[in-house]
């Protein structure tokens, strides 16, 4: 597909943020496009995050040490980040590759890809945001990253180092200062990082519901349907087969977050693509106002400060697709938020679980199918997909448009394992 083919139509498979920035970035590259969700779009994970769009996020989940911890999140199902027994047989082979990837020279090697990414990530919401009439729907106020012990502020070190080679810009505050930058914090912090030039969604949910409705505005066409697969030629895929039928295209973008393994599979590009669940619990009149979002890496959640209220999220669990919530994780999460806000009010709490989808190394897949040129795939963003949504979504328009991407896409392939 090229330039010299506008009109060539392009099925994006899954309306979370990343199929929905795809499909925007596709259709001003000129194809015609149609976006297909069993669901409402932003119904799946990029439904209820952190909403936190930075361009910090270059450490990886696994860092050196990691398999240490292994056996602490499986003792501990309420912990930061947990592993469910049960799963564990499945697990097996996505965990071998996480704690593969944690070692010291893959972690650098894997954060300086990261910040390929990460780098103009904000503001390639600027045109679609603005397409859309919301460019209201970031603020950028900066995070907060708080430490409850000095030895999980000496622990993180060397990820602070990790940030700063990256060229993060981030500045240590004593806790006098952390009162001073976000007052209806409890004075238990003994230190803090402030991240200047993060910002967040207002509403993650209703972003990707105005992207969405810009996408239809311009002449997408929006599909409710879930896939079931492919009719395939030699070529590559001919028609998406959902289950009200068939749906004839030129090309196939498989964005449907932690569902995409067995779709890609189809296509000709097996993955270790597994899930980290997350949870949040949000407070709707918190009685409280921080003025940015406020991070514990001890507690691996941040509390985010929306037009719907105060949302806690975060905390991983290793369990995969199928097993019911465990809803004592959002209470311990309530738990934490009442000890870091004294005066947070509780009433009509509401509380929700997601799917991340990710890869063992904690990177992306953004790219061509190894077997079918005209197949695009765009998942795996695990912790970072709504930092990545308008990135992504114009790196995928650049390679269906045959044009450069401006960014080495080695690291992302699909069949770098
Ligand atoms: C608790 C928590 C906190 C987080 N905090 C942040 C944060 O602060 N910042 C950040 O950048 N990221 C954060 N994330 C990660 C972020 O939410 C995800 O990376 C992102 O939402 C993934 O977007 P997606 O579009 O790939 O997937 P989704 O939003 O899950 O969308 C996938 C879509 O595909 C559809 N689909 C799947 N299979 C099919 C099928 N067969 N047929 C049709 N449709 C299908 C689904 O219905 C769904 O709508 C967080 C995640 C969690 C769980």
Known sequence: MSPSTPGKHIAVIGAGIIGVCSALSLQREGFRVTLIDQGEPGEGASFGNGAVIGDEAVVPVATPGVLWRVPGML??????????????????????????????????EISIALGG????ALAAYTPLLAQADAKDMIRRTGWVCVYESEAGFRRYQPMLELQRR??????????????????SLAPIFTQAVLYPEVGHSVNSFRMVQVLAGAFQSN??????????GFDTGPEGPRAVQTEAGPLPCDGVVVAAGAWSKPLAADLGAPVPLETERGYHVQFPEPGIAPRLPVYSTERAFVATPLEVGLRCAGTVELGGLQAPPNWARAEALARHARRWFPNLQTEGAT??????????????????????????LAFGHGHSGMILGARTGALVAALAADRDPGLDMTPYRADRF
């Open 75 to 108: 003792a501990d199902p309420l912990g930061p980040l947990a592993i469910r027994w049960s799963y564990l047989p499945r697990l097996t082979p996505w965990l071998l590759r996480f704690v593969a990837a944690s070692g010291a020279r893959r972690v650098e």
């Open 117 to 120: 990414l990460m780098d103009g």
């Open 166 to 183: 990256r060229g993060v810009a981030l500045e240590v505050l004593e806790p006098e200062a952390l009162r001073q930058l976000e007052p």
């Open 219 to 228: 002449g997408g066409a929006l599909h409710r349907a879930a896939v079931r």
């Open 351 to 376: 509380r929700w679980m997601g799917f991340r989808p990710s890869m063992p190394d904690s990177l992306p897949v953004i790219g061509r199918s190894p077997r079918f040129p005209n197949v695009f």
